[in-house]
C-alpha cells in the first residue's frame, strides 16, 4: 500500500489507502461532532435500516450549516428522501434503467468511446479523464435526459463546484470556517437549477422522448410532480449519472497501472473484464462516504448512537475490512464472491450501477485494444479529487 500511495500522492484524507485501520468499527469524533461507521457488517446494518438510519440528514443539521430555505429546495432530491416517498419517486425512472434499456446501449457507447479515443489521438497526447472518462458518461446521460449534450463544459463546472473540495463535514465549524467557498457552491447550485428548470419547462409546451419528459409527465398519487421536485430529480440524475463512471473508469485503469500483472490477465482473457470493475469498485471506492441520521437511539457495533446525529457511512474502510475482504490491500479481481458496497446497499442501491457497469466495460475493452499497455506517465503526475468522500483521479495522463 506504501508504494501506492507514494507513486500516486495519494492525498492524506484518503485514510484507507495509507494502511489498516486500527481502531474499533464504530466510533464518534468529538471534533467533528459526527459519528463514524468503517465496518462491514455494521455498514450493512446501517443501509438495511433506512427507518433507523435516515437519508434525510438536513433535518440534523445546525441552522449555520444550511443555506436559507429561500436559496434551495431539496424536494425531490431522492438522495435525501426516506420511504415511502423514496420509492414512489424511485419508479418513475426505473423504466429507463431496465436491463433491456441498458444492454440496447451498448453499441452507442461503443461508437462514443472509439470516436472519443480518435479525436485524442489527433492531439497526439493522452489524459484518460478530461478525453474519455468525463465526456463519455455525460453524454450518455444527457442523452437520455434529453439535455445538449454541447453544455458539457457546463455540467463539469457545476460538478467540480459542487464536489472537488478538501473540507470534510462538521457540525463544529461552519462551511467558511472549514475553507468552503459558500457563494461559489450556491451559485453553481442556481446556475444547474435554472438551466434544467428551463428544460423541464420547454418539455411541458413539446414533449420529447426522453427522461426529462417523462419527468415532467409523471404523476405520484395521481398528481403531476412539482416544478422543483422534477428539476431536482434530473439534478440528481446528471450529476449521479456520470460522476461514478468518471471515478470508476479512472480507477479501474490505475489500478491496471499499479498491477501490471492483473493488466497481463485482462489482456489475455477479457471474459474477465466485468470481475477487474468490480475489484476495482472495491479496491477504490468512487463514493467512498455518504450520511445517515439516526430516527431513534441505535445499537452498532458494541456503541450506542444517540437519536438525531449524523452518522457517516464510510463504505471505502467497510470494503477494506479484512472480516469480510481476506487480504484487503491486495487488488484481487479473481475474488469470489466479493459483495463489495461500492454502489451503495438497500433501498438506496445505484439506480444507474448496471449503466455504469456497461460503461466501464465497454470502454475499458476497447482501450485495451487500442493501447498495448496503459501506463501512466511518471513525468505528469496523476492529480487525486480532494474530496475527502470520494476516490478517484481528476488529471491521469497515459503514455501513448
Same mark, same amino acid.
Given at each position: 500500500m506504501a508504494t501506492i500511495v507514494e507513486r500516486y500522492n495519494v492525498p492524506k484524507q484518503h485514510f484507507w489507502l495509507h494502511g489498516p485501520r486500527t481502531g474499533r468499527p464504530v466510533e464518534y469524533d468529538a471534533d467533528t461532532g459526527l459519528w463514524s461507521v468503517y465496518g462491514y457488517p455494521e455498514l450493512q446494518e446501517v443501509l438495511g435500516d433506512p427507518a433507523t438510519f435516515s437519508s434525510d440528514t438536513m433535518r440534523v443539521m445546525p441552522k449555520g450549516q444550511l443555506p436559507d430555505d429561500e436559496e434551495i429546495s431539496l424536494a425531490g432530491f431522492i438522495t435525501q428522501i426516506d420511504p415511502p416517498e423514496h420509492g414512489k419517486l424511485?419508479? !418513475? %425512472?426505473?423504466?429507463? @434503467? *431496465?436491463?433491456?434499456? &441498458?444492454?440496447?446501449?451498448?453499441?452507442? &457507447?461503443?461508437?462514443? *468511446?472509439?470516436?472519443? =479515443?480518435?479525436?485524442?489521438?489527433?492531439r497526439d497526447r493522452f489524459e484518460l479523464v478530461t478525453d474519455l472518462a468525463y465526456p463519455l458518461p455525460v453524454i450518455v446521460i444527457a442523452e437520455l435526459l434529453g439535455v445538449p449534450t454541447g453544455d458539457r463544459a457546463l455540467f463539469k463546472y457545476w460538478a467540480d463546484a459542487l464536489f472537488q473540495r478538501d473540507a470534510k463535514l462538521s457540525l463544529k465549524e461552519t462551511p467558511?470556517?472549514?475553507?468552503?467557498? %459558500?457563494? *461559489?457552491?450556491? +451559485? +453553481?447550485?442556481?446556475?444547474? @437549477?435554472?438551466?434544467?428548470?428551463?428544460h423541464a419547462a420547454e418539455r411541458r409546451r413539446q414533449p420529447r422522448a426522453d427522461l426529462l419528459t417523462k419527468l415532467v409527465e409523471a404523476e405520484v398519487d395521481g398528481e403531476r410532480l412539482p416544478d422543483d421536485q422534477v428539476v431536482n430529480f434530473a439534478m440528481v440524475l446528471l450529476l449521479a449519472g456520470h460522476i461514478t463512471t468518471t471515478m470508476l473508469l479512472g480507477n479501474t485503469v490505475l489500478c491496471l497501472d499499479a498491477f501490471p500483472e492483473q493488466q497481463e490477465r485482462v489482456r489475455a482473457d477479457r471474459t474477465t473484464i466485468p470481475a477487474v470493475i468490480e475489484e476495482s469498485l472495491r479496491y477504490l471506492t468512487p463514493f467512498a462516504g455518504l450520511v445517515r441520521a439516526t430516527m431513534r437511539e441505535a445499537?452498532?457495533?458494541?456503541v450506542t448512537i444517540p437519536a438525531d446525529c449524523l452518522v457517516m457511512c464510510w463504505l471505502a474502510t467497510a470494503n477494506r475490512d479484512a472480516r469480510q475482504f481476506p487480504d484487503p490491500d491486495v487488488f484481487d479481481p479473481g475474488r469470489d464472491p466479493n459483495p463489495h458496497l461500492g454502489f451503495g446497499r438497500g433501498i438506496h442501491f445505484c439506480l444507474g450501477a448496471p449503466l455504469a457497469r456497461l460503461e466501464g466495460r465497454?470502454? =475499458?475493452? &476497447? !482501450?485495451?485494444?487500442? @493501447?498495448?499497455?496503459?501506463r501512466t506517465d511518471p513525468d505528469d503526475p496523476v492529480d487525486f479529487i480532494p474530496t475527502p468522500t470520494m476516490t478517484g483521479v481528476r488529471r491521469l495522463p497515459l503514455l501513448l
Amino acid at each position: 500500500m506504501a508504494t501506492i500511495v507514494e507513486r500516486y500522492n495519494v492525498p492524506k484524507q484518503h485514510f484507507w489507502l495509507h494502511g489498516p485501520r486500527t481502531g474499533r468499527p464504530v466510533e464518534y469524533d468529538a471534533d467533528t461532532g459526527l459519528w463514524s461507521v468503517y465496518g462491514y457488517p455494521e455498514l450493512q446494518e446501517v443501509l438495511g435500516d433506512p427507518a433507523t438510519f435516515s437519508s434525510d440528514t438536513m433535518r440534523v443539521m445546525p441552522k449555520g450549516q444550511l443555506p436559507d430555505d429561500e436559496e434551495i429546495s431539496l424536494a425531490g432530491f431522492i438522495t435525501q428522501i426516506d420511504p415511502p416517498e423514496h420509492g414512489k419517486l424511485r419508479k !418513475l %425512472v426505473s423504466s429507463a @434503467f *431496465t436491463r433491456k434499456v &441498458i444492454a440496447d446501449l451498448e453499441p452507442r &457507447i461503443a461508437a462514443l *468511446t472509439r470516436e472519443l =479515443l480518435d479525436a485524442a489521438r489527433e492531439r497526439d497526447r493522452f489524459e484518460l479523464v478530461t478525453d474519455l472518462a468525463y465526456p463519455l458518461p455525460v453524454i450518455v446521460i444527457a442523452e437520455l435526459l434529453g439535455v445538449p449534450t454541447g453544455d458539457r463544459a457546463l455540467f463539469k463546472y457545476w460538478a467540480d463546484a459542487l464536489f472537488q473540495r478538501d473540507a470534510k463535514l462538521s457540525l463544529k465549524e461552519t462551511p467558511e470556517e472549514r475553507g468552503v467557498d %459558500v457563494q *461559489t457552491v450556491m +451559485a +453553481a447550485w442556481r446556475d444547474m @437549477f435554472a438551466y434544467l428548470a428551463d428544460h423541464a419547462a420547454e418539455r411541458r409546451r413539446q414533449p420529447r422522448a426522453d427522461l426529462l419528459t417523462k419527468l415532467v409527465e409523471a404523476e405520484v398519487d395521481g398528481e403531476r410532480l412539482p416544478d422543483d421536485q422534477v428539476v431536482n430529480f434530473a439534478m440528481v440524475l446528471l450529476l449521479a449519472g456520470h460522476i461514478t463512471t468518471t471515478m470508476l473508469l479512472g480507477n479501474t485503469v490505475l489500478c491496471l497501472d499499479a498491477f501490471p500483472e492483473q493488466q497481463e490477465r485482462v489482456r489475455a482473457d477479457r471474459t474477465t473484464i466485468p470481475a477487474v470493475i468490480e475489484e476495482s469498485l472495491r479496491y477504490l471506492t468512487p463514493f467512498a462516504g455518504l450520511v445517515r441520521a439516526t430516527m431513534r437511539e441505535a445499537e452498532l457495533g458494541g456503541v450506542t448512537i444517540p437519536a438525531d446525529c449524523l452518522v457517516m457511512c464510510w463504505l471505502a474502510t467497510a470494503n477494506r475490512d479484512a472480516r469480510q475482504f481476506p487480504d484487503p490491500d491486495v487488488f484481487d479481481p479473481g475474488r469470489d464472491p466479493n459483495p463489495h458496497l461500492g454502489f451503495g446497499r438497500g433501498i438506496h442501491f445505484c439506480l444507474g450501477a448496471p449503466l455504469a457497469r456497461l460503461e466501464g466495460r465497454v470502454a =475499458l475493452d &476497447i !482501450l485495451l485494444d487500442r @493501447f498495448p499497455a496503459l501506463r501512466t506517465d511518471p513525468d505528469d503526475p496523476v492529480d487525486f479529487i480532494p474530496t475527502p468522500t470520494m476516490t478517484g483521479v481528476r488529471r491521469l495522463p497515459l503514455l501513448l
